[in-house]
Every structure is written in C-alpha cells, then in structure tokens.
C-alpha cells in the first residue's frame, strides 16, 4: 500500500488518514483478543481438541507469540494424552530460556522494571513474548510428568534436576530483578504508577496467598518424589524441604518432608515431629502407593482495562492488563475405592496468584513503557495546536488535524499486552497413599456438587504409581504411569467432569 505525501487536497486528506489508519493498525501486532482464548478453552471443554490447537498453531506461527504458541501446543496435547508431541514443544519454549554455555547451562529470563523499554510506537502486544518465570517452572513440571507417562521414570529425575537448577537460579536472579524494579519507576511516572498499583491493590487477596510469582511447591514436591526413587536420599530432603516451606499446611508434603528428614537427620527431625504433633508411625511409607496430582479448570484471564493517569498537565486514559477475577475456591475433591473412602486432596499449587503476582511484579515496567507512549501522543498533539496556531497558510491546521487523527486512532489501536499461558490450570492439589496392588476404579469426588468421575486404575505389588488428572470443567483427562519397573504400562483416558458449570 502506497501513499502520496504531497501537500494533500480535502480529499487526499482522507486518502491519508486511512494510510495512517492501516499503518498503525498493521502495527499494532500479532495477538489473540479475548475471544479466541474463551472460544479454545471451550473447545478443550468440550473435547473439540482440534480447534484448541489450531489456535495454538497461530500463536506459533506469529514473530511476537511464538513461544507462547509452544507452551499452549504442548499443553494441549498433553491433555490429548499426546505426551511425545507435548514434551517436543515445550522444550522448543524452555531452550529459550535455558542457554547452554561452554561453563555451563544458564538462564535468559526476561526483563523486570522499566529498564527496557519498547522500541514501537504502538504497544507491549508487539515485544516478543518471554517466558515469565511461573510459567516456565511449570513448564519443567509438565516435563517431569510427560518422561514418566512416556515410561521413563528416570528421565523424569534428569527433568527434576533441571527444575532444581532452575528454580535456584531464578530465586537468586529475578529475585533481585523484582525488588529493584519498583525502584526504577522515573519520577515523572510515579503518580501514574500509584493509579495502577492501586487498581492491583483491590486483589492483594490472591497475591498474598503465595510468597513470590517464582516459588513453585508442586515443582519441589515432584523433585522430591523422582529424586526418593532415584535413590537420591539427600537431594529428595532438600526438595521436600523446599515445598514445605512453601506450603507447610499440605499434609502430604509434610509428612514426605517429615519421613526424609527422619532418614536424613534424626536430631532435627525429631525437634520437627514434636512442633507437628504427627504419629511417627503415620509416616511408614506403604508398599503398594499412588500419587495423585489434580489439575482444576483454567486459569483467568488477564483483561486490558482503560485507567485515567495524568500525563504533563491532562489526565489521559491508558489501557493496562489487569486481573479482575476473585480469589478461586478450589474443589475439594476427595478419593474413594470400592466404596471405601481414602481422603481428601489438599492444594499444593495456586496458579492464579502465581500469575496474579507475575503482572503485579513486572507493572513498574509496563506503566513507565505505556505512560511514555501516551505522553509522546500527548507532546504532539500539543506541538501541532501551537503551529496550527501560529500558522496562516493552513498547511499547520492540515498537521494538526492529522497529529489529532494519529493519536485518536493510536489510542484506540493500543490495547495492554494481556498475553499469559491460559490452559494452565488454575489450582493442583494432590493425594498420596496406600491403594492396593491389582484393578481398581478409583472414584474422584466433588462434595460441592456430588459429582463424581470413576478412573481406572492397575497397580502392581510393590508399586508407586502416579496419577494425574486434569479437569478442564467439561471432561476429565487422565493418565496413570508406574514409577517402578514391572508395573502396567502408562495408560490415558478421557472421562467425565467433577466440576460444576460455575467454575
């Protein structure tokens, strides 16, 4: 598409207006609105798998999405029971993140604060999409899980390694990055900031129920179960260690904590058991045993909200992302066998605040990016008055009336980045305990709504088999592996949901 920049009659006033128009709007980036996200999750609801990853596929195919489109390909698939396929693409994301060097592996992470800034006149939509640290964590988790449901536990300890190493690295890092990035907000953004933060302010209730948007207990308590069966009895203490720190009100990772501490040293375990107040004799691991990891529904969207700020001397409204769901309520879901109860799952992972506290931490950042972009809008709408003021030839009234058409239509076209991995479930909670070796149709319940999926289960003597679920609110997804050799093979299913049709 041409356009004529000769001085321009009424005419091609127009002509150039719409150029300017599709200029900005060409610009404006490669991102799915809303409504493509809301139309894929139902979709997954609805087992319509197909049109999930066609989505997917686009992300992937686009310069500015791309690694998300491997994350969401590899989720996808993993819920198809497609294992192989999910632990190809999400590789192809976490090799973004994780280097190799002649000294050693080391980690990319992306920018915190506002110490980066984009180079387009348009918005965040148009920077590359980097893996934030939450996602990338769960991304390793998924590979831990993909290597057993592929029949090699072993792997799965080489996949817990690199979590391990992994989530040392970015604690020390972007630990430091997050506590200067408020810091680094220009004076001249800080009443702007304060409109913002006190917009997140309003759900500081989800925040405040994890410590940090990098600190992931599942992804300790996995490491630790690969670890134990890996014979890798210090590391499986340390990682149990680190999970009960998180989540120290899991009863299932404090009682693994508890029984590698006793192995470990007896002298602290014994100061432990007495603060607990557990029976020590209810720390006998069992011969035959399952470990149930429960995904629930999906985790809420990121929304691109309008905030009035004051930009140099006006007030302006500037689009940013924010959260406006409330704190979930996870389904308590509950395990019986034959009838026989078994107990209660317990939430080891939140999600929803991990993500809600990943846009509260990088917010310095994208205020000062988005507050910039609308003064300079701003500045030239107030340069093109003052020509058009001081001209008489109508050549300033024609740049005025274009600056005023540019930043009308930038302001329209500008939307905040609202791009987040959005079939990562919204809570996990987990069971582990006896079950006896041979079939079993283990029955998963909602005592909320009476719901309940019955999953097929085989387990050999001797056997530590893990199970994980994944409801995505219209259909359970289900696969069980053995951690053991001489165990069933890993095994799939698609069932029924135990969620009701509000959550």
């Given amino acids: 598409m041409m356009c004529d920049m000769r001085l ?11 150029c300017a128009l599709a200029v900005v709007l060409a610009l404006a980036g490669c991102v799915s609105p809303n409504v493509k996200v809301d139309r894929a999750r139902t979709a997954l609801r609805s087992g319509n798998d197909a049109a999930a990853l066609a989505w997917s596929e686009d992300l992937r195919s686009s310069m500015y999405s791309r690694d998300l489109g491997y ?11 497609d294992f192989e396929g999910s632990m190809a693409n999400l590789a192809a994301a976490i090799d973004t993140v994780i280097e190799q060097t002649e000294e050693g ?3 990319k992470l992306g920018d915190m604060g506002a110490n980066i800034m984009a180079g387009t006149i348009t918005d965040d939509r148009t920077r590359p999409y980097r893996l934030p640290p939450y996602e990338f964590i769960h991304a390793l988790n998924y590979q831990m899980l993909n290597r057993v449901f592929l029949g090699d536990p072993y792997g799965a300890a080489i996949e817990a390694r690199r979590a391990v190493f992994a989530q040392d690295q970015i604690a020390e890092k972007y630990g430091l990055d997050v506590s200067a990035a408020r810091d680094s907000v220009p004076k001249d953004k800080e009443a702007g900031f304060a409109k913002v933060d006190a917009e997140m302010a309003k759900l500081n209730d989800v925040v405040n129920l994890t410590r940090s948007s990098y600190e992931n207990p599942l992804a300790w308590w996995l490491c630790g179960i690969f670890f134990e069966h890996d014979n890798d009895t210090a590391n499986a203490r340390l990682a149990y260690q680190k999970a009960h720190d998180l989540m120290p009100g899991n009863p299932f990772i404090q009682r693994d904590w508890l029984r590698a501490l006793r192995r470990e040293d007896p002298e602290t375990f014994r100061e432990a058991l007495t603060q607990t107040g557990i029976d020590e004799a209810s720390l006998a691991k069992p011969e035959t045993e399952l470990v149930l990891v429960f995904e629930e529904g999906f985790v809420p969207q990121r929304l691109s909200k309008k905030i009035a700020v004051p930009i140099l001397s006006a007030i302006t409204s500037v689009d940013f992302p924010v959260y406006d769901t409330p704190a979930h309520l996870p389904a308590p879901v509950t395990l019986a066998d034959g009838g026989a109860t078994l107990g209660a799952s317990a939430t080891a992972l939140n999600i929803q605040s991990l993500a809600y506290r990943d846009l509260k931490e990088k917010m310095p950042g994208i205020v000062t990016r988005n507050i910039t972009r609308a003064a300079l809008r701003v500045t030239a709408a107030i340069a093109a008055k003052e020509a058009a003021r001081h001209d008489s030839s109508g050549v300033g009234s024609l740049i005025q009336l274009i600056v005023f058409s540019w930043t009308g239509i930038a302001s329209i076209a500008n939307r905040a980045d609202t791009r987040a991995w959005y079939t990562l479930p919204v809570t996990v909670r987990i069971w582990r305990g006896a079950v006896g070796p041979g079939e079993h149709l283990l029955e998963l319940r909602n005592p909320d709504n009476d719901f309940t999926v019955a999953v097929p289960v085989t387990l ?23 951690l053991n050799t001489g165990g069933e093979p890993p095994a799939f299913g698609i069932y029924n949901s135990v969620l009701s049709t509000q959550r």
């Fill in 8 to 18: 321009p009659s009424p005419a091609k006033n127009q002509a150039s207006l719409g």
């Fill in 71 to 81: 994350l969401e390909i590899g989720r996808i698939r993993m819920l198809g029971g």
């Fill in 105 to 107: 592996p080391r980690l």
């Fill in 460 to 482: 050999a003597r001797g056997e530590t088999r893990i199970l994980w679920v994944a409801d995505t609110g219209g259909n359970t997804r289900a696969a069980s592996a053995p």
